[in-house]
């Protein structure tokens, strides 16, 4: 069993940063992949970043690819998502997701356990 949580949500402006940081509680936090996912009003869930149990890979969607990082620090059991150069259409829910011995899928079947969400609006 893991618990996830997200914290570091909320407004900012058009070209800002915000940083969301998951919290995960539970079983050996190294043994699992993350992945941060968000979703907007009316759209499907959708993949943003993801980064391997090891730490040596990374992936993002193309639509963050340059501007989002994420960074893990498995001594604090955490992985942040650096989020730069926000535009409105980042605006979301994002969810962090781990991923047992995983790659940081981008495929949400992939994850076994979800945090409860953090909001991140971004105003034009």
Known sequence: QV??????GGLVQA??????????????FSSWAMGWFRQA????????AGISWSGSS???ADSVKG??????????NTVKLQMNT????????????????????????RYAY???GTQVTVSS
């Open 41 to 48: 009003p009316g759209k499907e869930r959708e993949f943003v």
């Open 58 to 60: 990374t992936d993002y």
């Open 3 to 8: 618990q996830l949580a997200e914290s570091g």
């Open 114 to 116: 979800w945090g409860q």
């Open 15 to 28: 070209g800002g940063s915000l940083r969301l940081s998951c919290v995960a509680s539970g079983r050996t």
């Open 67 to 76: 501007r989002f990082r994420i960074p893990r620090d498995n001594a604090k």
């Open 86 to 109: 926000l535009e409105p259409e980042d605006t979301a829910v994002y969810y962090c997701a781990a991923e047992l011995y995983g790659s940081g899928s981008p495929k949400s079947e």
